[in-house]
């Protein structure tokens, strides 16, 4: 995949240093999923099922910004008694009720509920480092955003955030290796959908990646389920025991490699309206994944602390490269032993370190 983020000349091409900073005011849902505490359980399934797919779009190319509204998919539903949020109901909590085999047609939303909800005054929505914070600390992907008299102005979650990320030079200069997990769950073509939604739920991930065995006995990916593809098994009433992964996983599947960059990662993530991708190198031996929270993770602040520091040294050894008759320049042999110096033995490396201490 091309990086848009090199000149022709291999020179970085940096775009506006404030490009990356993303309008959070853009990413509230102001007209969230909301259902009463007495709502059946699978009616609310039914809700944020028919509001995944009334958004079928034949579009290639998709602004951030162009339309938003129209094409974000619920993945909650809030629960509200007149104008008071009671609590919410999120696909993860579906996954572990679903995994639970808990009676889903005698149970009502205020039963199984995450209550009380944390939320965030809009007047505290200043920056992103703020709501990452609350996703992080209370780890949570919905973060309800009140007014001063604590009523309801919308929801903020990790995918209408990616939704609005901008063409980053931050997301241009790192690679999908950087913040891609490598601890993928994966089960076999006749797992049932039961058993999917159990190690969901038991290993706290949003996917698991469907493996067959190649001619010479090694798993490669084939497919993948998610969360949402429960929802949706709940919804349609599909009997979860019996239904087997090769029958409801999506596949083929769009294969990253570690080496491409996460604005080529939200890029794929806009175009197929997914989540998540799954990546693959050493011939498929080699597995990770890249999620909408992995792409977050670039906005810590020690992480941009230290992609600032490493493009300043980049543009040092470039400076000294390119002025070699400059007095402050160094000697070639100078610069390639600085080339090849690990960067740890970097002051300002081991200061770095040492603010991640607690």
Not at 86 to 94: A, K, N, Q, V
Request: proline letters at 6%; hydrophobic letters at 40%.
């Amino acid at each position: 995949m091309a990086d848009s983020s090199t000149g022709g000349a291999g020179m970085m091409v940096l775009d506006d240093p404030l490009a990356w900073v993303p309008n959070l005011l853009e990413a509230i849902e102001r007209q969230p999923l909301m259902v009463s505490p007495t709502t059946p359980l699978v009616d609310a399934i039914q809700l944020i099922s028919q509001a995944q797919n009334h958004t079928c779009s034949l579009e290639t190319d998709l602004s951030p910004s162009d339309g938003l509204a129209e094409h974000r998919r619920a993945s909650c539903v809030l629960v509200m008694q007149d104008q008071t949020l009671l609590g919410i109901l999120t696909e993860r909590d579906i996954v572990r009720l679903t995994a639970n085999v808990i009676n889903f047609a005698g149970a009502t939303v205020a039963e199984v509920m995450a209550h009380p909800v944390i939320t965030l005054p809009q007047s505290s929505l200043q920056d992103i480092f703020a709501v990452l914070f609350f996703f992080r600390r209370y780890r949570i992907r919905h973060l309800p955003i009140v007014d001063e008299q604590e009523r309801l102005v919308g929801v903020i979650s990790h995918e209408s955030i990616r939704q609005i990320l901008r063409p980053a030079n931050l997301l241009r200069l790192r690679r999908v290796s950087d913040v891609m997990t490598t601890q993928v769950i994966h089960a076999p073509l006749t797992a049932t959908a039961l058993r999917l939604a159990q190690l969901m739920a038991e290993h706290r991930v949003s996917c698991v990646v469907i493996t067959q065995a190649d001619m010479e006995g090694r798993d490669k990916p084939v497919g993948i389920v998610t969360e949402r593809d429960i929802v949706q098994f709940q919804a349609f009433q599909i009997d979860l025991t019996q239904t087997q992964a090769a029958t409801v996983m999506s596949t083929p599947l769009f294969l990253l490699s570690p080496d491409d960059s996460l604005w080529a990662a939200h890029q794929e993530m806009q175009r197929r309206r997914v989540g998540r991708l799954v990546v693959s190198w050493n011939w498929g031996m080699g597995l990770g994944i890249v999620t909408q929270t992995s792409l977050l993770r670039i906005f810590d602040p020690m992480e941009m602390y230290g992609v600032i520091e490493n493009l300043q040294q980049t543009i040092r050894k470039l400076e000294a490269e390119r002025s070699p008759s400059s007095p402050t320049s160094s000697p070639l042999p100078q610069s390639q032993e600085a080339r090849s110096t690990p960067t740890s033995t970097s002051p300002h490396n081991e200061n770095l370190g040492n603010t991640r201490v607690p």
